[in-house]
């Protein structure tokens, strides 16, 4: 069998399952199988103890769901016919710890080196006796953190101080590892693929260069500040500008802010999430702001114009002669601004206010008034379904 066959393989024809085979199926295909083609099943039949390795293999990788993400995509790339596009995205989990090939041999000069170092990454950093020392130069991870904003700030949009402590690329030897003033040397045992390739039976197995630990290069002298690893604990100070109009719970993406990558490789991003501490005032509906303007029954009854707070001074409300208690009334744009340009509205609800101490002429006023409001035809409960 060659290597590219081996790579090939179709651990889905193997269980006899379509590649869009639920986990349930994949398990139910197996254990049939495993029945079926069980050694104990059928003594000295060679050609059984062959499908039921195979089966057996197929189904250590379809049956665990990272790991068979990882070998959809690594198919799929090959199909493709190469990693060009950095499609193969290693860090979902699982991997093949159980299987190895030589993808050098496959890709001859053809792959291209940082494609052909993600892939190997992804399969042999797993399981891993080496952990992250035995990758190659790879991009940082992304950090996430957290800030608080009052609602006006984050309505109008704000910047904000915001201190992180995270691995930042070492100033001293900016990010390579080596003491300043030398620089790592390409490794001469894997001549910097991080990788050397053994044969072993049918197979050629490929291995994390020992001499490099898989880097590809050599510090003879590392940063005494980093201790050769490019990266340092840092306190930072970084600036955000955070848009106008942001939604409570949000998150803001800040493109190379996050960990710095190993040995000058590119840093993370870091999200940060946003939340918004609520208003005395104000409330939000999406583009909209909210406000619960108190109000006599006079006003509403005959009309006023009434001062209300917006969030750039006061404007006068005119409420209509006749306006019921809890209408909503509008004030156009003066709301959140929004993305596209423009700005939502300020909805302002009305809300009868009873008064709990009037005077005596207040009193003998209103009792005037409700006699004189009843005589005029007006009855409260007149087509309530209550009455
Ligand atoms: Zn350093
Ligand atoms: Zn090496």
New binding site residues.
């Given amino acids: 069998m060659s290597q590219r066959e081996w790579i090939e393989k179709d651990f889905y024809k193997d269980l006899g399952v379509s590649s869009d085979a639920s986990q349930d199926d994949i398990k139910k295909a197996y254990r049939k199988l495993a029945r079926d083609l069980h050694p104990d099943a059928n003594p000295g039949d060679a050609a059984a103890e062959e499908r039921f390795k195979a089966v057996s293999e197929a189904n250590a990788i379809l049956s665990d769901p990272a790991k068979r993400k990882e070998y959809d995509e690594t198919r799929r790339l090959f199909a493709s016919g190469g990693f060009g596009g950095g499609g193969f995205h290693p860090g979902a989990g699982g991997g093949f710890t159980s299987t190895n090939f030589d993808i050098g041999d496959l890709f001859g000069g053809g792959a291209s080196d940082a494609g052909l170092g993600d892939l190997l990454g992804g399969l042999f950093n797993r399981g891993g006796a080496g952990g992250t020392a035995r990758t190659r130069p790879r991009r940082g991870s992304d950090v996430e953190t957290e800030t608080t904003l009052d609602f006006r700030d984050a309505v109008q949009g704000v910047t904000v101080p915001l201190r992180l402590t995270s691995p930042a690329p070492c100033t001293s030897c900016h990010g390579s590892g080596a003491e300043p003033g030398t620089s790592p040397r390409v ?10 390739s053994r044969n072993q039976g049918a197979f050629g197995f490929s291995e ?11 510090i003879d002298n590392p940063c005494g500040d980093c201790r050769g690893t490019g990266i340092q604990n840092r306190t930072r100070t970084i600036t955000v500008r955070v848009p106008a109009g942001i939604k409570d719970g949000s998150k803001v993406r800040l493109a190379g802010q996050g960990e710095a990558g190993l040995r000058g490789a590119p840093s993370g991003d870091l999200f940060v999430t946003v939340h918004v501490r609520p208003d005395k005032v104000f409330g939000r509906d999406g583009d909209d702001l909210t406000l619960v303007l108190p109000v006599s029954y006079g006003e509403l009854v005959l009309g006023a114009t009434v001062s209300v707070p917006t969030l750039d001074g006061r404007v006068g409300l005119k409420i209509p002669a006749g306006t019921a208690d809890g209408r909503v009334l509008r004030v156009r744009g003066r709301g959140v601004p929004k993305r596209g340009g423009g700005s939502g509205d300020l909805l302002v609800t009305v809300k009868v206010a009873i008064p709990q101490h009037l005077d005596d002429q207040a009193v003998d006023a209103l009792r005037i008034f409700l006699h004189a409001e009843q005589t005029s035809g007006f009855d409260p409960r007149e087509g309530w379904a209550g009455a």
Avoid: A, E, L
């Fill in positions: 490794c001469p045992y894997c001549n910097g693929s991080g990788i050397v994390p260069c020992d001499d490099c630990r898989g880097t590809g290069s050599i």
